[in-house]
């Protein structure tokens, strides 16, 4: 317990006079703002009650300091009361969270006293996870033990607020630098090969849809026929497919603000999909009639992008079929995420604008959309000099 409005503990300290002789007296313990330790001690002429009085004066000239003594909460009591209460992240959020706490911070940090957290802890933590993944056996990711150290650094942010802690022991630590995947776009021959890899499957709208439109892979899983208006090829993309212990949840909410948006669909693509849309009922009319029920409720309902039994697909089962159409097409195994690549840098060098393709990724500003296909324009730099060609009067 923080001192606050309650009170530092007082307890007997042994002391011992010139001639030898011990007695024991009364003391407080304080951790100053600048992190010193401050023992106060009764006076040899203060009276029990007056060195009470006294230690009100000192806590009240002391508004940030830690009472010694009144706590021994330890880390993992505390981490996860405070994953409990928090609630301004998103169930996905706060479900890797959890895992992050029992897989990589709770084995080697959660028996310790949070009080005596320091940075060195961190540090020992943060190499043993880049070692060894904690309980996963394998090495963590610099991109992995960045989000480790930005969850610790929120819960002992929440430490310092209920003031349990004074200063914040992740601060300072330093990680390891993250290395930027490789971004493999799909070539136009590529693209090709995939689609005629894929025809004939339900994962060939998927695909489709996704090169087109440069969807993230929960947004394509969500997409539901009410969502796009066949007529104007205009989509609305608010809902997302995660991943959930047991399963899936579609959630109602994306990323970032900028995430909700609308989008156009190609003629081309269009026309698919009204395809397709006639195929799905026929299907389904088809499972009716048999022994197996076709999917279509609850989570199922309406999806675009399903199974042939009409279910919807779990993102890892999504990415290993994709696998599987990449290897039947000859090509190299891919991230679901290289598809997104596929939309951003077809289009970029096609001569769009950053904030133009920035808007249709539903990126939250340009400069990330820059930071990702950025290195795709020094390419262009030579055709937009040679425009100048019929602006110059020589």
């Known amino acids: 317990m923080a001192k606050g409005r309650g009170e530092c503990p007082i307890f007997k ?8 002789e011990e007695y024991y007296t009364q003391a407080f313990d304080l951790v100053l703002p600048d992190g010193t330790k401050k ?52 169930s996905n959020s706060k479900t ?4 992050y ?6 084995p080697i940090l959660g028996e310790a006293r949070l009080q005596k957290v320091e940075q060195a802890h961190i ?15 394998k ?12 969850m610790l650094k929120q819960a002992f942010e929440h430490a310092i607020e209920r003031e349990l802690i004074i200063r914040n022991p992740t601060n300072k630590v330093k990680l390891p630098k993250v290395i930027k995947p490789t971004i493999k776009p799909l070539t136009k021959d590529d693209i090709s090969k995939v689609l005629k890899s894929a025809d004939g499957t339900p994962m060939y709208i998927a695909i489709l849809l996704d090169i087109s439109t440069g969807l993230r892979r929960g947004e394509l899983l969500a997409l539901r026929w009410q969502d796009i208006d066949l007529e104007t090829g205009i989509a609305n993309i608010y809902r997302q497919l995660i991943p959930i212990a047991g399963g899936v949840e579609i959630l109602d909410n994306l990323k970032t603000e900028k995430s909700t948006r609308q989008i156009g669909i190609p003629d081309k ?30 989570i199922d309902n309406d999806l675009i992008v399903r199974q042939t039994n009409g279910k919807h697909y779990h ?19 891919r991230k679901i995420h290289d598809m997104r690549h596929t939309f951003a840098t077809q289009l970029l060098t096609a001569g769009f604008y950053i904030n133009e393709v920035q808007q249709g990724l539903g990126h939250a500003d340009a400069k990330t959309t820059l930071q990702n296909y950025g290195h795709i324009l020094p390419g262009r730099q030579k055709e937009l000099a040679n425009k100048m060609n019929d602006i110059l009067p020589i």
């Open 96 to 99: 890797t969270y959890q895992n």
């Open 123 to 137: 540090e020992r933590l943060i190499s043993e996870l880049a070692a060894s993944g904690g309980n996963k056996k």
């Open 139 to 150: 090495g963590l990711s610099p991109a992995t033990l960045r989000k480790v150290k930005f």
């Open 315 to 333: 993102p890892r089962n999504f990415a290993k079929n994709f696998n599987s159409i990449l290897k039947a097409a000859g090509l190299e195994v």
């Open 269 to 298: 693509v269009v026309m698919q999909l009204k395809v397709w849309k006639a195929q799905q009922e026929a299907h389904r009319l088809s499972f009716d009639t048999t022994d197996t029920k076709y999917f279509d409720k609850d």
């Open 39 to 90: 023992r106060f001690t009764q006076y040899a002429d203060e009276t029990k009650g007056d060195f009470v009085k006294r230690r009100q004066k000192v806590m009240q000239e002391h508004e940030k300091v830690v009472c010694i003594g009144v706590s021994f909460i330890l880390v993992k009591d505390f981490l996860k009361d405070w994953l409990s209460t928090k609630r301004d992240i998103s």
């Open 13 to 20: 300290f042994k002391r011992t006079k010139k001639n030898g």
């Open 101 to 106: 706490l029992d897989a990589y911070i709770l």
